[in-house]
């Protein structure tokens, strides 16, 4: 089967091409046909009765009698001049023969019977032979006339307009089948960049995938590979949670043992070591949960709240811990600020950023929020050492730790940051963090508003 798109791409800029060259073309068509016509039986009365009045009298031939004669003749007010033609198709009866009429002697001799044609402001006709003492002999006849022309005629005189409407006309041409074939490619962008960054549940828009071309094909099987992935990942983050969720089970029966063995007074250096490492793991574990409740936002369901008030613990938390380690928190966020989001989700997303920026600043920490028609911008800034700037966007991957300025004194599981992500993208924002200088972290979290 023919490639369709091929065959889109070909009959849209031949047909262009075909449709702006027969335009042109036909212009001096339709001049010639508009203004040729038969020879009108009023005009070749005239001539007639001129020639039979030489006929009748041959010595009128070398004389001044058609110049005498259109002194004292009109037509409708107008002078009518005549041309008396011999075989040879000289002008004998005068030496000052216009170019119109000399161009019609060679249009009337093609066309081999009498006609009448108009030029721009004068009616030219004839032939109307006849013979005189065995010797051929042509009448033509000029007639002062203008009569409004065809709006075509107005393309034919001005060939400069013409030649640019017609480029301009075939660049429009053009450029609707580019709208068409960009049109349904943008759509296919758009939908994978989402993908790309995250965005599992966007898909190509329907009149893109009911085209009946190969966009709307390759449409179409990038909306089943984009159900696979979201399919694959999501089974990916409730497999992760399940196995967390079942961990929990030896965990506890393991803190249960522990805790026996404490009370039969059993307790030893070992059984400490045993308990620490099982709080850990139990922080672990929850943390994991937290990840795939992130990622699948199963949890909660969107609400429509402010900012500020949906914000309102979280801050309260960051500002007794930053007062308790000597530090200063400056949160500003404008009360008109109200979004739809998940507020647990969100919350926990900034609270990771705070506790992080209040562990790693010297002195100052600031929150700042502010808003646009289509976004919401928070900025969360500290004074700390940074990151290395290859470790930037690596900072966000599920148990990355940098091993640069924010060493892993902390403690932790590089988890923290995944979450904020994960919650961010859940909201279809995006996360980004760069250092600043002489010194510090800026996160900025991008929402739609």
């Known amino acids: 089967m023919p490639n369709r798109l091929f065959i889109k791409l070909l009959l849209g800029f031949w047909l262009c091409s075909s449709l702006i060259i027969a335009l042109v073309g036909l212009l001096p068509l ?5 203004d040729k016509a038969p020879l009108a039986p009023h005009l070749e009365k005239v001539l007639a009765g001129v020639a039979q009045r030489m006929q009748a ?3 009128l ?5 058609l110049r005498h004669w259109e ?3 009109s037509m409708e007010g107008k002078p009518l001049r005549l041309y008396l033609v011999n075989s040879q198709g000289q002008v004998i009866n005068t030496n000052r023969v216009s170019r119109s009429v000399r161009n019609f002697m060679l249009m009337a001799d093609e066309e081999k019977h009498p006609i009448s044609h108009q030029f721009k402001d004068e009616l030219v006709f004839g032939p109307y032979a006849f013979s005189l003492q065995g010797e051929p002999y042509f009448l033509y006849g000029r ?3 203008s009569h409004p022309r065809p709006w075509f005629f107005f393309f034919i005189e001005n060939k400069l307009l013409t030649l ?3 480029i301009a006309l075939s660049g429009l041409l053009c450029g609707l089948l580019a709208w068409h074939l960009g049109k349904a490619l943008n759509s296919l962008k758009k939908s994978a960049n989402a993908l790309a960054q995250g965005d599992l549940s966007n898909r190509v828009d329907s009149a893109t995938t009911e085209r009946n071309d190969e966009i709307g094909e390759l449409a179409s099987a990038f909306n089943s590979m984009a159900d696979s992935i979201e399919t694959m990942v999501n089974n990916q983050q409730r497999l992760m949670g399940d196995i967390s969720h079942e961990l929990r089970t030896p965990l506890t029966r393991l803190q249960l043992s522990l805790a026996l063995a404490r009370k039969k007074g059993q307790q030893s250096t070992e059984t400490d070591r045993i308990a620490y490492e099982a709080e850990q793991l139990e922080r672990l574990i929850t943390e994991l949960l937290e990840l795939s409740r992130a990622k699948l936002s199963t949890n909660e369901t969107k609400v429509h709240l402010g900012l500020a008030e949906s914000l309102s613990q979280v801050l309260d938390d960051a500002e007794f811990e930053a007062a308790q380690q000597g530090k200063r928190l400056t949160i500003e966020i404008e009360e008109s600020i109200e979004l739809s989001h998940y507020p647990k989700a969100l919350s926990r997303a900034i609270e990771n ?5 209040i562990r790693y600043a010297a002195q100052e920490i600031s929150l700042h929020a502010t808003h646009s028609a289509t976004q919401v911008h928070i900025t969360i800034k500290d004074d700390g050492p940074g ?19 924010r060493q892993r004194e902390s403690g932790g599981w590089g988890l923290g940051l995944a979450i904020t992500e994960a919650a961010i993208t859940a909201h279809k924002g995006n996360i980004k963090a760069q250092n600043c200088q002489p010194h510090g972290l800026e996160v900025t979290i991008t929402l739609p508003a």
């Open 61 to 65: 031939i070398p004389s001044d009698f």
């Open 353 to 357: 950023l705070l506790r992080n920026a």
């Open 30 to 34: 339709l001049q010639q046909n508009h």
């Open 143 to 145: 007639l002062p006339d």
């Open 387 to 405: 990151i290395d700037a290859q470790e930037l966007e690596a900072i966000f991957k599920p148990f990355y730790r940098p091993d640069s300025a």
């Open 164 to 166: 640019s409407l017609a």
């Open 71 to 73: 002194r004292h003749r």
């Open 57 to 59: 009298n041959p010595s």
